[in-house]
């Protein structure tokens, strides 16, 4: 009965909700967070994907974008996190998808829980690796045929657009400095 006693302390938290951020801040998060999204498809565009078919803006690049450009100085919004937490994702995502593609419920699930797993070991968390791990396996025909590539175009690429942007955007306010750490 303690335990059940302590596990209910525990869901209650501890601490009271941080105060907002300066509205500095949301401009300039916003501002990046524009920037870099907008980036990647003009990019891709300019490349010659075909957006809708290809995905090279991929949904997880919206939850890197919250990371770089909203809490920059957070560990996981670091650039050594954001590029190779995503694509370490992408080849376990794509590497479930072709073993088990026998069943894509087992498949996503390991997908998930093995990149979780590979971003912990290298110390390369970057949340949203989840989701690119993910997308390698319910994303659809067009990413299963691309394969391995799927980890350099779009996530490789994606990635590196995302951290160009997040350089300059995040360093041309007086306020921020990124990144904290390479």
């Known amino acids: ?14 601490k009271r909700v941080p105060p907002r951020a300066p509205v500095y801040e949301i401009i300039w998060s916003t501002v990046g967070a524009f920037l870099g999204i907008y980036t ?16 090279f803006l991929v949904s997880s690049f919206g939850a890197s974008a919250v990371l770089i ?11 050594r996190n954001l590029v190779l937490g995503h ?16 069943s894509p419920v087992l498949s996503a699930a390991l997908a998930v829980s093995l990149a979780i797993a590979v971003m912990h070991i290298t110390r390369l968390i970057h949340p949203p690796g989840g989701a690119t791990a993910l997308i390698a396996v319910i994303g659809g025909e067009e990413i299963h045929q691309m394969s391995y590539w799927y980890a350099l175009s779009p996530i490789f690429a994606g990635a590196v657009i995302l ?17 904290e750490y390479w």
């Open 1 to 14: 009965m303690k335990w059940l006693i302590s596990f209910f302390k525990k869901i209650r938290g501890g």
């Open 40 to 55: 990647v498809y003009e990019i891709g565009i300019f490349q010659g994907f075909n957006l809708a078919n290809t995905l």
């Open 163 to 179: 951290l160009l942007v997040a350089l300059l955007v995040n360093n041309l306010s007086p306020h921020r400095r990124y990144p």
């Open 69 to 79: 450009y909203g809490v920059p100085k957070s560990p996981y919004a670091q650039p």
């Open 87 to 102: 694509v370490l994702s992408a080849i376990v995502g794509v590497t479930c998808a072709l073993l088990l593609d026998f």
